[in-house]
């Protein structure tokens, strides 16, 4: 077994696309819109077959949370890069480009080496070699 995919809510799905084109080297899928029910979505596929769904909505009314909030429940994934040093440029090319990095590039008692940062929506990302 293995984890399909991971959704997620956003206010504005071209900005998350974007975010997760850009900075993590998804490629976007065919946009889904399902007018009846104000859905609409979009895959991010990465290279090892990981997918994230961005999804946004008109119908219902989501619970916003500050930025970065620690909740009950799913709490961050983490995106492995493939090395120190690119998890290290990655952060750095984030915070210039005014993304919130929360902690590091560090080494943590479990042994990763990762940064935190928050994405446009809020959630909690593990950037991790």
Known sequence: MRIEHVAIWTTDLQRCKH???SYFGATAGAHYSNPTKGFESC???????????????SMLSLVQLPPG???LGLTHFAISVGSESLVDELTQRLRNDGISVVDGPRRTGDGYYES????PDGNRIEICS
Do not use: P
């Open 19 to 21: 975010f997760y084109t």
């Open 43 to 57: 895959f991010l596929s990465f290279d090892n077959g990981a997918r994230i769904e961005a999804m946004t909505t």
């Open 69 to 71: 909030t620690q909740r």
């Open 116 to 119: 935190v940062i928050i994405d």
